[in-house]
């Protein structure tokens, strides 16, 4: 079973690249973030042609998740549910669904902008209402995969420059820890599972600078998976080549592949 998961940055701008992907990629189930879509925009009528369902979670200009299925799509959620104080309401950040025997979720988690400021404090919050999510809905026995633009780089080595980000977001101790709490309940980063020693693979490059070119990275795109999908997992790979090109979104798309199971 392959899965994928790509922040496009504009599925408007982006949607000639997301077909050329599907293409060639082969994945069972894609993650998208940053759709910047509403609902009556989303393309469900050309995924569907490419063999595809599609369930969108969008807000028009900003944010949007999606996620496409040649598996099947049922049990939808959209974000935390009812009765959830979400720091972020209303921004499409999370959308889930059982796809084949799998639960996936794709999320746009908040950038937070500036530490100390108000938008890094809800970010925050905003992982503490995921985690609760999780452990509400899901147990660690559970196939389930969490994929999207985490927007934390989990080590200093997921980085180009641990000092190039000294007192900036995606690297502080609070947010790694967000992630970890995911982990300590009963998921691992399935990238590292499969590449535990390499260093300097990178998911995400700023549009400036040239920084794709000269590889100044980070890799904040996961795939966090409960043990029943981690220990089947057999390879993983972040698409480069969907980096380069016409009109790039400035993430690339992580895969991974795991074997079925049953």
Not at 107 to 122: C, I, K, L, Q
Request: glycine fraction near 6%.
């Amino acid at each position: 079973m392959r899965l994928a998961t790509w922040n496009v940055n504009s599925l408007k701008a982006r949607l000639p690249r997301v077909e050329e992907f599907l293409g060639y990629a082969d994945v069972d189930v894609l993650c998208l973030q940053e759709t910047k879509l509403s609902e009556k925009s989303f393309p469900h009528l050309t995924f569907r042609e490419l063999g595809y369902e599609s369930v969108h979670h969008g807000q028009g200009q900003w944010n949007g998740v999606a996620i496409l299925s040649r598996i099947g799509l049922e049990e939808v959620h959209y974000g935390f549910g009812a009765g959830v104080d979400d720091p972020y309401e209303g921004d499409a950040r999370l959308v889930a669904a059982r796809c084949g025997d799998v639960a996936v979720a794709s999320v746009y988690v908040p950038n937070g902008r500036a530490v100390g400021t108000d938008h890094y404090e809800r970010k925050l919050a905003w992982f503490e209402c995921l985690a609760h999510w999780v452990a509400d809905v899901f147990t660690p026995e559970d196939a389930l995969a969490i994929m999207g633009d985490f927007n934390v780089a989990p080590e200093d080595r997921d980085v180009w420059d641990p000092a190039a980000f000294a007192d900036s977001t995606h690297v502080t101790p609070a947010e790694r820890a967000a992630v970890q709490r995911l982990r300590d309940w009963g998921m691992r980063d399935a990238f590292r599972v499969v590449h535990p020693d390499d260093d300097r693979l990178y998911t995400y490059w700023d549009y400036r600078a040239g920084d794709f070119h000269q590889h100044r990275g980070m890799r904040i795109d996961l795939a966090l998976v409960t043990e029943p999908v981690a220990t089947r997992l057999t390879w993983a790979v972040v698409d480069r080549n969907a980096r380069k090109g016409s009109q790039p979104s400035d993430h690339a798309p992580l895969i991974i592949d795991f074997s079925p199971l049953h």
